[in-house]
């Protein structure tokens, strides 16, 4: 049986993980804002556009979700205020300098 070798970096990460510790959740974090950013835009849309909304229970929840101050509102609103809070990308030819960006007006 071949042997598989890692970087100690590597092994730490994986025992970590095993154990249930993390130590960054960066790209963890992207990939879910990008699998719900999916999930928004193609069902929830699609549903928006093909379903009726007869006066009924159903209706009457979708509203209190979505109506400002709604339990769904209010949790869009806040990861909306965390995204807008991280730093932005560095544009191409832009290279970061401390917590500054180079040729940066």
Known sequence: MAQIKITKKQFKKVLNEVIGFRTTYEDEALSELESFIKVV??????YAKTKSFPE??????IYQLVTEGGELHTLTQELIDLLESLEDK???????????????Q
């Open 41 to 46: 835009e193609g069902p929830v849309a699609k």
């Open 90 to 104: 560095p544009k191409p030819g832009e290279k970061r300098i401390g917590f500054r960006f180079k040729n940066r």
């Open 56 to 61: 009924d229970p159903i209706t009457q929840r």
